[in-house]
Nanobody, 126 residues
Framework: QVQLVESGGGLVQAGGSLRLSCAAS????????MGWFRQAPGKERDFVAG????????DYVDSVKGRFTISRDNAKNTVYLQMSSLKPEDTAIYYC???????????????????WGQGTQVTVSS
């Protein structure tokens, strides 16, 4: 079992930055691929960024490439999402997810992840 707790969300003006953190419990964090997803009101939960268990593979949705960076610190059982040049359309609840022990590839589907955090709200004002 892996429990995930996100933090770092908030209200920021367009062009600003935020760093989201996702702290995981359990000794198996380092074996899981991790993903960040977001869900805006009335919309589906969409993939944002992902990182393989060993950090070798990264993937980003096109709309955040060059602005967001995913990273992980297995010693701290934490995955991060550094978000820069934020836009109003980035407003959503952001979720981190874990899944796929020793999976080398990053999956973009919700079904590819077994454990989810409760989410953290990110609001970008224009």
């Amino acid at each position: 079992q892996v429990q995930l707790v996100e933090s770092g969300g908030g209200l920021v003006q367009a062009g600003g930055s935020l760093r989201l953190s996702c702290a995981a419990s359990g000794r198996t964090f380092s074996t899981y691929a991790m993903g960040w997803f977001r869900q805006a009101p009335g919309k589906e939960r969409d993939f944002v960024a992902g990182i393989s268990w060993n950090g070798d593979n990264l993937d980003y949705v096109d709309s955040v490439k060059g602005r967001f960076t995913i990273s992980r610190d297995n010693a701290k059982n934490t995955v991060y999402l550094q978000m820069s040049s934020l836009k109003p359309e980035d407003t959503a609840i952001y979720y981190c997810a874990a899944g796929g022990k020793y999976r080398p590839l990053v999956l973009r589907s919700v079904s590819g992840y077994d454990y989810w955090g409760q989410g953290t709200q990110v609001t970008v004002s224009s």
